[in-house]
């Protein structure tokens, strides 16, 4: 789960790290008297979406007086703003917030994410602060370093040395990064995160070490735990299918292609979406409806692919383990006496109850295509939209 900037300032301030006074707002004269309370020479004003790259595109301004503040807060609320993650389509600004200025002398990158292949955590860190990281990797790589540590209550001092080494810093300012280092695995164990990014930290003129931007997100497996966290769900920055899909306890994530997938696990639903490339078509979404679904569950997800109207065909893969597929069959053909099905649909079914499965589909009257094995089923969904 993802949220904004401000939010993810307020929990990193709560955990002791150092973030500029700032205020948001969901209406530009709610922000402008908020603003009046800031002890500041210039107002930074920040779009808040969901999506990196918001300089760029006109989500961040510097601003001398309130007057200017005003007119800035009045064009770039409801404004959509087009990056590099948002897509094409871009994402409308809806809050916004403004902070005090600072005044800059260096620019660090550092950020902290679960390595799943080694079970750590890891810090990523570097001198080339408030550029893309992905830039610096691919033309500067010496300039990034990784230190991954092992998941205690409390990171070690000698850990922290490592991670800020490329910062180079004095060490009257050394003792308030190492302090930060500390706060941010703190706030990291503590709420589940799966990431936190700071780009750019940086060191003021006043020598003082301050997070200027934050980006966090949270292991949704681990909200319940969280209520606090939950509550800081924006969901006008979520696609409105993937939130309905949230509601059935679905894994649903939407793309840009014409095949639409259903299957069970999160690794066959790759592999699925894989094949649907190599014979030259895209999948219109991820979606993965667990081990113990039942036909209500199966009936939600498939009324859940129909509702993309990018799709033009469906891929149903299931293998049976605690997965029975004749629920599957059950809620494929419940959903369909709802929905009209105007596309061609490929099922392949194996493993636990599969035969039942076919038997239910056999006899629904639904016009579909039976597979053999993945690569089958690939094929024939591919033929089967040209």
Same mark, same amino acid.
């Given at each position: 789960?993802?949220?904004?900037?401000?939010? &993810?300032?307020?929990?990193?301030?709560?955990?002791?790290?150092?973030?500029?006074?700032?205020?948001?707002?969901?209406?530009?004269?709610?922000?402008?008297?908020?603003?009046?309370?800031?002890?500041?020479?210039?107002?930074?004003?920040?779009?808040?979406?969901?999506?990196?790259?918001?300089?760029? #595109?006109?989500?961040?301004?510097?601003?001398?007086?309130?007057?200017?503040?005003?007119?800035?807060?009045?064009?770039?609320?409801?404004?959509?703003?087009?990056?590099?993650?948002?897509?094409?389509?871009?994402?409308?600004?809806?809050?916004?917030?403004?902070?005090?200025?600072?005044?800059?002398?260096?620019?660090?990158?550092?950020?902290?994410?679960?390595?799943?292949?080694?079970?750590?955590?890891?810090?990523?860190?570097?001198?080339?602060?408030?550029?893309?990281?992905?830039?610096?990797?691919?033309?500067?790589?010496?300039?990034?370093?990784?230190?991954?540590?092992?998941? /205690?209550?409390?990171?070690?001092?000698?850990?922290?040395?490592?991670?800020?080494?490329?910062?180079?810093?004095?060490?009257?300012?050394?003792?308030?990064?190492?302090?930060?280092?500390?706060?941010?695995?703190?706030?990291?164990?503590?709420?589940?995160?799966?990431?936190?990014?700071?780009?750019?930290?940086?060191?003021?003129?006043?020598?003082?070490?301050?997070?200027?931007?934050?980006?966090?997100?949270?292991?949704?497996?681990?909200?319940?735990?969280?209520?606090?966290?939950?509550?800081?769900?924006?969901? /006008?920055?979520?696609?409105?299918?993937?939130?309905? &899909?949230?509601?059935?306890?679905?894994?649903?994530?939407?793309?840009?292609?014409?095949?639409?997938?259903?299957?069970?696990?999160?690794?066959?639903?790759?592999?699925?979406?894989?094949?649907?490339?190599?014979?030259?078509?895209?999948?219109?979404?991820?979606?993965?409806?667990?081990?113990?679904?039942?036909?209500?569950?199966?009936?939600?997800?498939?009324?859940?692919?129909?509702?993309?109207?990018?799709?033009?065909?469906?891929?149903?893969?299931?293998?049976?383990?605690?997965?029975?597929?004749?629920?599957? &069959?059950?809620?494929?053909?419940?959903? &369909?006496?709802?929905?009209?099905?105007?596309?061609?649909?490929?099922?392949?079914?194996?493993?636990?109850?599969?035969?039942?499965?076919?038997?239910?589909?056999?006899?629904?009257?639904?016009?579909?295509?039976? #597979?053999?094995?993945?690569?089958?089923?690939?094929?024939?969904?591919?033929?089967?939209?040209?």
């Amino acid at each position: 789960m993802n949220i904004h900037e401000h939010q &993810a300032k307020q929990i990193l301030q709560k955990y002791g790290a150092t973030v500029p006074e700032g205020v948001f707002a969901l209406t530009v004269d709610e922000l402008l008297e908020k603003a009046k309370t800031l002890n500041t020479k210039k107002y930074v004003l920040k779009a808040q979406i969901h999506a990196g790259g918001r300089g760029k #595109a006109g989500g961040v301004k510097i601003l001398d007086t309130i007057e200017e503040l005003s007119d800035a807060a009045k064009e770039m609320m409801g404004k959509t703003l087009v990056t590099h993650q948002t897509g094409p389509e871009g994402r409308e600004v809806k809050r916004l917030y403004v902070e005090e200025s600072s005044n800059i002398d260096k620019e660090f990158y550092l950020s902290c994410l679960v390595d799943r292949a080694s079970s750590k955590i890891a810090f990523i860190s570097s001198d080339q602060g408030g550029m893309d990281i992905e830039e610096v990797a691919s033309n500067s790589p010496e300039k990034i370093i990784t230190t991954k540590v092992d998941m /205690n209550n409390e990171i070690s001092d000698k850990d922290c040395e490592e991670i800020i080494k490329i910062f180079n810093l004095n060490d009257s300012v050394k003792t308030q990064a190492l302090s930060l280092i500390k706060s941010i695995y703190q706030m990291f164990v503590s709420t589940d995160a799966n990431m936190v990014e700071i780009n750019p930290l940086i060191l003021t003129k006043e020598e003082k070490i301050i997070c200027l931007d934050a980006k966090v997100n949270f292991d949704s497996n681990a909200l319940f735990r969280h209520p606090e966290i939950v509550e800081l769900r924006d969901l /006008n920055e979520e696609d409105p299918t993937e939130i309905k &899909a949230s509601k059935h306890d679905l894994a649903y994530i939407k793309l840009d292609g014409s095949i639409g997938c259903m299957v069970n696990g999160a690794g066959l639903a790759m592999a699925t979406m894989d094949i649907i490339k190599l014979y030259g078509k895209e999948p219109a979404n991820f979606l993965d409806v667990g081990g113990g679904a039942s036909k209500e569950k199966v009936s939600a997800a498939f009324k859940i692919i129909l509702s993309d109207k990018n799709v033009k065909g469906i891929l149903i893969n299931i293998f049976g383990g605690i997965m029975r597929c004749d629920v599957l &069959a059950q809620g494929v053909v419940d959903a &369909a006496k709802e929905i009209n099905i105007n596309v061609p649909l490929v099922v392949r079914l194996a493993g636990t109850n599969f035969i039942e499965g076919k038997e239910i589909l056999d006899k629904s009257g639904l016009k579909l295509i039976s #597979a053999d094995n993945l690569d089958d089923a690939a094929q024939k969904i591919v033929e089967a939209i040209k």
